[in-house]
Structure formats: C-alpha cells, structure tokens
C-alpha cells in the first residue's frame, strides 16, 4: 500500500491533477510522521510516508489548504472522511479544490500504545501478519499488532470512506458492534460521586495545552472564546478545579452532534486523559434521545441538536422519571 | 558512597517522609509517572521520566502570587504566598537536573531574584537517579548530559539488588545523615555507570550537531525559508512548552472574582496566539512567527545570555508528545543541514 500512495502522490502531481499533496512527512524514527504538504515529485520521493504510524488526521488542515490557490490532493483514511465531509456540511472546506484520495485502513499504531506495553527504546517496527516485529535497545522483541493500537482503533466505528474521488485499496464497512459505547455505560453506572471522582482524577492533571482544541476538526471557531481575553472567560491556565472541569465540558458541549468520535482528542492528550469519553456520552445520548446518527456519515442528515419537532424527547423530563428513555 | 537493598527502599521513603515532604515517581490515572508526595503504600514509578518534567516542584504551572478584597473603594491587600516547608525531591533523571540550572540563571541568580522560585529551590533537597533504561527519544549526551552521573544534592545509582547513594552537597550530606543506610566502596556503581553508557553509546540521537547553533547565530537562522516549512503542519498547541523542563516563560493575570481577586502567575506559551501581546498588536502574528521564538530561544537566544549554554537538555518529552511529531531534534536536523 505504502508504494501505491507514494505513486498516486507523485501520479497526481505530475499529472497536474492536484497542485499540492497533503500527506505524513518522514521523521526522525520510523513512527514519527508529521502531517505535511508536498508541491514537488521529488519531495514526494524523498520524504512522503504512508504506514501504519500514519495517525494525524488530515482533514482539520484542509480548512486552510483549500483556502488556496490550486487544488490539494489528500490521502483520508476513514476516520478522517468523516471529519472531511462534517467539515464541508459546515461549510468550511472548499471542496472543488479538494481532490480526497480515500486510503482503506486496518488501524494504526500508536508509540503510547507500545511504550504502554512495556517495550522501550524502540528502533525500528516490521509489520509480519497480525505481528509486530521490534527492534530495540535492548534487543528484539515482538508484539501483536492489536497491542499496538490505540483505543480509537480498537473500538473503530467504521472502516468505510465516506468521501472520496478516488479510493485506494477495498473501502470498509461500517463496524456497529466495536462497542464504542462500553465504557461509557460502565461510567454511567457507577453513582454520581463515582463518576466525579473519575473526571477529577482525570482532569486534575490537565495542563491546559489546548493540544486537544487545537488537533479537534470540530473545534474549528476562527477565535476560541477561551483565547479571547475580553470574553472574561479566557484561561491560560486553570486557575482552579472549576476551570479544569469547565474547559473540557463546554467544549464537549460545543462539539456535541458535530464531533465525529476520530479520536485525536485522546490520541494528543500529553496527560493521557480519556477524552474521548466525555464525546461519546453526548454521541450515546443523542443518539437514545432522538434517533442513532453519526455526524460525518452523509451529506442530507440533519443534525439532532439543530433539528427541532414537536415529539422530540425532552432529556430532563425523562431523567427526571428515572431514566426511562422509552 | 551509601547502599540500600531496593527491597528496603520504602523503609527509606518511610525515613524521609517522617522529617520532610517526599516527592516520588508514582504512576497516576493516566498510567504515566508523576511527582506525588509519598505515603504508604505508593510505589515508585519504574517508568524512564515523568510526564511532566521536574520544574514543576519549583516552578509550579499556577501560583498565587497577591490577593485582593474588594470592599467599596476599599482594596485590601492579602498576601499570597503559602508556607513553605522543606521537601525531598527523589528520582530526577540527569536531564530534568540540568534543567534546574538552566531555570536558576533565570530565576535564581539573576537580579532582581524571583522569591517564589529561590525560597522553593532552597527548600529542596534533589535526589538524582541514573538511568538505567534510556529511550530512543533521549539525546541528553549532544548537551554533554552524562546519564551515569546525574547532579543533584544526592545521586543515586540502580545495582543489581540495591540502590547506590553519593551525597553531593552539604544539603544532600544532611539528608543522608541518620537515614538506614550501609557503607559502600567508592566504585561501588561503576558496574552500573558503565552499563549506562553501553547503551547511550547506542542512542541513535548521540550524535545529534549542534555546533552550528549557539551564541552569536540570530543573523544566521532568523529569516531561514525553512522555518515556513518546519512550522506548517504546527497546530498551535502549547504540549511542547508545558511537558519541557526548560521553557520558563510566564504570564501574570487576575482571576477576577468581583469581591474577591486573585493575582497568580501561570505558565505562558510561545506557541499561543496571545503570547507578548501588546497594545500595538502582536508582534509574532502568525504560528510561523511563534514557532521560530521557541527554537531560537533554546539554541540561540539562550546560549547569547548564558555563555553558550543551551536551553535543552535532551529529555525527549517534546519528541514523544507533539501532536504531530514536530520538534527539536527536527529542527536542529533541518537547519543545521543547510549551514554545511
């Protein structure tokens, strides 16, 4: 696969189809790619990677490379189309100048995943089937490739591109039964003080990085009111609890019907705070409240949260009689 | 030189904690290290360095520094700052402790003084731990870092089945005095510095260059093309300044609570789009601009004030958290290149 894109970047610059390529960068080890633009074939040649370390989701980058002059090539994999088609129903990807090359993925590594698992000092990784070969430091060692991924991939919700002009490799299927929602439950069964506790533990280590903001293809405000000094709520650091708790709920609110469940939020905290969970609340409720829906899936739905009708379930009413959902 | 049986370090820990505040490794609900303060029955991270570097005991992300209360037209002034005690700071890695003399020039020897870091740096004993384990992230050799002889108040090696102690100083002397520790031959942990270097001898960023960078060299990299390039996929976040050891920029602001106002400083980002704003605007307007201060700042604008010295030590955190695997070493690599 990794040879076949390379291909098609080069194809597609040469054949003047696309002016740019946006792709992963070669980095300094064999896992740390770096989204990056590509203008020439050569830069193709030299630096262009597609592996299983190609994480970053593309597609919040498009907001500005579509922006330009020319037309840009993007290689998605499936997570990223459903940011690229979220992102053009809110009108903020241009996409005529967009030419979306769609990547089949089977999930992608993560170096916290592997460094989790105890290896270290990892010099070089040989995928062999459903195995990880390893080089390190301190000698080989080997590990399965599901151990290497991250939480995103193994609970994916769907394998398929939604969005492409062309598509590389067997588009996938969308995966119902990843049980994306089991931590979820698991947290809303445990009693109010429980539940607090967990997010305290959790959100008092928050550095206010902004890395989950500023990675989020939802999160894509020109100005965030939290960098706004005359907003009266702007914080560069929590000045206290109430601010590390207030931060990531307004935004979870702010994303709520929009977020797409890619990921990167989780994949980008320096803390490891499992963001993700509080996305997958909002995305478990709406879709109990007021139908299953999936923000990114299509271009006609409407999202529940700017859908209004007069049967719609009134969530307080509901909690209020216990929880009943019927 | 001193010697403990590892088996026997929570007795030690148990010692320390009775007569000051204790911060240890311990791994948190992230499943990363952290520095905690230690209590019964926490055990000590065997992870390669925290999560967040050391800088944080000394120079905390948030701290009060004044209070107001408002009353009327009345404004009375509170002081801010808590009482300090002195504390124990135990298993800093040999880059986390050249850290602290990169932030002491700063802070510390420089005049006026910042009080709030130099009371917090007289107060604490460092207890240094050698690295037994390097990861492929480390390059703390290209700052001349020796992983085998971590500085500090107290070093301490890993051998076999015991723990090797050196005081350093007359504060790390007084630590180790009255704690239940055995004697031990001078060359004691040579076994374990030599294992160390066996392995630094393999990182593969040992021989990062850095002999184009340093004092003198703003004309040189300022206007570089490359920094379009390095900082285009940048996304703005500060992950890089706050897990870095060195990064010691900060901000001053109010958190206004009508009656009640509380004046604190708080870590500040170059990386954010507020940064050193001014009333005539900002005068690094895009991400470009932002990006360039932070590396100019580590290996040149840095070493133009301190004899050389950079402002990186090599810990790998940067590498291991951007977002989008942009950093130092890249930086260095990609600029570098182009003055040969």
Redesign the interface.
Known sequence: MQGQIKEKAIALLRSGAADRVLGWKL???FY??????FRTPEEVERDFVFSVFSG?NLSK?LIEESKKEGRVAAFLKPCDSYSFVQLQKEHRIARENVYAVGVACDGMCD?KSIR?HGV????SARQEGDKLLLE???GPAEMDKRDALPERCLHCKSKKVVDFDEMMGENGTECPDCGRFDEVERLEALSAQERFDFWR??FS?C?????C???CPACSCVKCVF?N?DSGVAQ?????DFEENNFHIIRAYHVAGRCTDCG?CS??C????PLHLLNRKFIKDMNELYGAYQAGADFDSCPPIMDFRQDDAEPSVIYARGGDRA | MKKLLKTDLDTLFQAIASRQTLYIPVE?????A?FIPYAPGLVMSTA?NT??SAKDLFFP??ESLVNFRMDGKHIEIVSAEAEAKPFVLFGVRACDARSFDILDRVFYDAEPQDTFYARRRDLGTVVTLACS????TCFCTAFGIDPAEPAGDVSVWESGDSCLFRANTEKGEALLRDLPLEDASDGAADAAKDAIRK?TD????KDLDLTPFGAGKTQTFFDDPAWA?LS??C?????C???CPTCQCF?I?D?DGGKEI?R?R????CM???FTQMSAGQPRPTQKERFRQRFMHKLVYYPDMHEGLFSCVGCGRC???C?????I??VI?TLGEETK
């Open positions: 980095g300094e080890f740390d790619l770096t989204p990056a633009v970053p980058y170096m989790a270290k000092g990892v010099l390190t430091l301190y533990g959790h280590r550095i206010r990085c902004n890395a903001r500023n990675v960098d000094p560069k650091a929590a000045a206290s990167e994949r980008v320096p803390e490891s705070i | 948190d609900a992230g499943k990363q952290a390669l999560a967040r992300q948030v384990a390097p990861e492929e392995i393999l990182l593969p960023l390039s285009e996929s996304v703005g976040c500060g992950t300044t706050f897990v901000d602001r958190f509380r604190y708080c870590w500040d980002s954010y789009s507020d590498l291991q958290k977002p989008i695997h942009m950093n070493v890249k690599r």
